[in-house]
Nanobody, 128 residues
Framework: QVQLVESGGGLVQAGGSLALSCAAS????????MGWFRQAPGKEREFVAA????????YYTDSVKGRFTISRDNAKNTVYLQMNSLKPEDTAVYYC?????????????????????WGQGTQVTVSS
């Protein structure tokens, strides 16, 4: 497992942007599949975006496609989530997740139970 620390959350007006970061400790970060999930008040945690170890494959939930971009810098052991055109319904605690598996399927990389390392979360609040 790896330790994950998210940062970059905050309060923003609708239509604005935020950039989240997730810094990972440990070795072999480049082998890890990484994901972002979020949990809004009173709702279950849901998948937002994920990226394969090489960065060559990215996946998004439909509601954020075209607005959010996931990327990674393996040299810095960091994964990013650029969020543009934010909406009030994007308000949630955003969690970073990881699993040391260079080979994944679309089903596993988008499923929260598949991940074995989680950050503490960062709050994103979008005001209308």
């Amino acid at each position: 497992q790896v330790q994950l620390v998210e940062s970059g959350g905050g309060l923003v007006q609708a239509g604005g942007s935020l950039a989240l970061s997730c810094a990972a400790s440990g070795r072999s970060f480049s082998n890890y599949a990484m994901g972002w999930f979020r949990q809004a008040p009173g709702k279950e945690r849901e998948f937002v975006a994920a990226i394969r170890w090489s960065g060559g494959g990215t996946y998004y939930t439909d509601s954020v496609k075209g607005r959010f971009t996931i990327s990674r810098d393996n040299a810095k052991n960091t994964v990013y989530l650029q969020m543009n055109s934010l909406k009030p319904e994007d308000t949630a605690v955003y969690y970073c997740a990881a699993r040391n598996r260079p080979i994944v399927t679309v089903f596993t990389i988008t499923t929260q139970k598949w991940y074995d390392s989680w950050g503490q979360g960062t709050q994103v609040t979008v005001s209308s």
